[in-house]
């Protein structure tokens, strides 16, 4: 079984940074895509962005292009998201999720990944 924990939400102003992290345990996640979605208060959950199994491909939903950054650490069995010139509409719960191994795309389909951490807030204020 694998479990992911997010870290590092919180409260940040607009303009500011902010960087989460998803520590996996339980099994290894080195083979597994991993991405980051969110979900907004009334809203469906999204996708925000996604790294292959080895960090060489990412991909990102276009309101976070160029100010969001998801890298991986693999012997910490850890992914990232580097949030930078926050919005107000970031604010939302975020979750980790996980591919099955050996997943060679980053699915943007959130019925694609089994796992999931419980989420955290992050809430961007003027």
């Known amino acids: 079984q694998v479990q992911l924990v997010e870290s590092g939400g919180g409260l940040v102003q607009a303009g500011g940074s902010v960087r989460l992290s998803c520590a996996a345990s339980?099994?290894?996640?080195?083979?597994?895509?991993m991405s980051w979605f969110r979900q907004a208060p009334g809203k469906e959950r999204e996708f925000v962005a996604g790294?292959?199994?080895?960090?060489?491909?990412?991909y990102y939903t276009g309101s976070v292009k160029g100010r969001f950054t998801i890298s991986r650490d693999n012997n910490k069995n850890t992914v990232y998201l580097q949030m930078n010139s926050v919005k107000f509409e970031d604010t939302a719960v975020y979750y980790c999720?996980?591919?099955?191994?050996?997943?060679?795309?980053?699915?943007?389909?959130?019925?694609?990944?089994?796992?999931w951490g419980q989420g955290i807030q992050v809430t961007v204020s003027f």
């Open positions: 339980g099994r290894t996640l080195s083979g597994s895509t």
């Open positions: 999720a996980a591919a099955q191994p050996f997943t060679t795309t980053i699915p943007a389909q959130a019925n694609q990944y089994p796992y």
């Open positions: 790294i292959n199994w080895n960090a060489g491909r990412t």
